[in-house]
């Protein structure tokens, strides 16, 4: 009888912990705090959601969480990664939209899931059908201890690698955005064409280029488009310059540097110190560009 009792106490108890534990007045902090990420990566936007356990001196994989058992890789309800457009997510084509992220770990090679329910609670009730991606990351050792579950996002150009850490473990995979195809399609559309009349949209597609380090003859006739449409535009000048000693162009450097100076020369600026600024910097680039000719 009295182990009946001590039971019935226990139930009654978690039950009332139940209650405060969802209520503001319950005066305790998570054991495993709600965690968000929100990252702008290129033209896409990649949220997560997790709950972050902690390691508290115990063993964490293998013990802790089971090798080779569907893990909501986190704690309390399942783990959600959204992308506002479409993406490749470890070499799989996965539409905009919010998942449920899971994994399997396993000492050699962790299975990472992105499935269509992100309602769950834990894996219970986790349906593989309902998966649309699963693939494979191998796990690393990490010099670093991480004592509570960790996501993190790495901006790779225009693309992303996600890390998932936790004790001495690591993992991680690719997102790939629709970036640089949607850029590389308005530039071939509007830009080559000439149909987009606004002088800093091709200065910024000649940015992009010059940044990615792709096709940077293409850059040059983006900002040679630009200064066209608008010929005190420094920006798409100073981008000419850059690229040319890149190139290792320094004398056609020089010329577009003289080219710049004339320009600034030959405006009217009601902010004298704006006008100064402007030829100080064209006048320093001058200076280095000559120097790296000499060499």
Request: aromatic letters at 12%; glycine letters at 4%; a neutral charge.
């Given at each position: 009888m009295k182990i009946?009792?001590?039971i019935l106490t226990?139930?009654l108890?978690l039950k009332?912990l139940g209650?405060?534990?969802?209520?503001?007045?319950?005066p305790?902090?998570s054991?495993s705090?709600?965690?968000?990420i929100n990252q702008?990566v290129g033209?896409?936007?990649?949220?997560?959601?997790?709950?972050r356990?902690?390691?508290?001196?115990?063993?964490?994989?293998?013990?802790l969480v089971?090798?080779?058992?569907v893990?909501?890789?986190g704690?309390?309800?399942c783990t959600?990664?959204?992308?506002?457009k479409?993406?490749?997510?470890?070499g799989?084509?996965?539409n905009?939209?919010?998942?449920?992220?899971?994994t399997?770990?396993?000492?050699?090679?962790?299975?990472?899931?992105?499935?269509k329910?992100?309602?769950l609670?834990?894996?219970y009730n986790?349906?593989l059908?309902?998966d649309?991606?699963?693939f494979?990351?191998?796990p690393e050792?990490t010099?670093r201890?991480?004592e509570t579950?960790?996501f993190?996002?790495?901006?790779?150009?225009?693309n992303?690698k996600?890390?998932?850490?936790w004790?001495?473990t690591q993992l991680?995979?690719?997102?790939e955005t629709?970036?640089?195809d949607?850029?590389n399609?308005?530039?071939?559309?509007e830009l080559?064409?000439?149909k987009?009349?606004e002088s800093n949209?091709?200065?910024?597609a000649?940015?992009y280029?010059f940044y990615?380090?792709?096709?940077?003859?293409?850059a040059?006739?983006?900002a040679?488009?630009?200064i066209?449409?608008d010929?005190?535009n420094?920006?798409a000048?100073?981008?000419?310059v850059r690229?040319?000693e890149t190139l290792?162009?320094?004398?056609?450097?020089?010329?577009?540097i003289?080219?710049a100076?004339?320009?600034?020369?030959s405006r009217y600026?009601r902010?004298k110190?704006?006008?100064?600024?402007?030829?100080?910097?064209?006048?320093?680039?001058?200076?280095?560009?000559?120097?790296?000719k000499e060499k």
């Open positions: 009946i009792k001590s226990l139930i108890a009332t209650v405060y534990s969802q209520s503001d007045e319950y305790y902090p054991l705090p709600k965690g968000i702008t033209n896409t936007i990649i949220t997560i959601e997790y709950e356990p902690s390691a508290r001196k115990r063993e964490v994989f293998g013990n089971p090798w080779n058992k893990w909501r890789t704690a309390g309800h959600k990664i959204s992308f506002d479409n993406v490749i997510v470890g799989q084509s996965i905009a939209g919010k998942y449920s992220l899971f399997i770990p396993n000492e050699k090679e962790w299975i990472v899931i992105i499935n329910d992100s309602t609670y834990g894996s986790y349906d059908n309902k649309v991606a699963r494979i990351s191998i050792k010099n201890f991480y579950l960790n993190d996002i790495e901006i790779i150009s225009n992303a996600i890390f998932i850490s004790a001495h991680s995979f690719d997102v629709t970036t640089d949607n850029l399609d308005f530039i071939t559309k080559f064409t000439r987009n009349k949209i091709y200065a910024g000649s940015e280029l990615k380090g792709d096709n940077l003859t293409n040059i006739k983006l040679d488009i630009a066209g449409l010929a005190n420094g920006w000048r100073s981008l000419k690229i040319f290792k162009l320094y004398d056609k450097a020089i010329n577009e003289n080219l100076i004339q320009n600034i020369n600026y902010d110190t704006e006008k100064e600024n402007e030829l100080s910097q064209f006048k320093k680039d001058l200076d280095r560009i000559k120097k790296l």
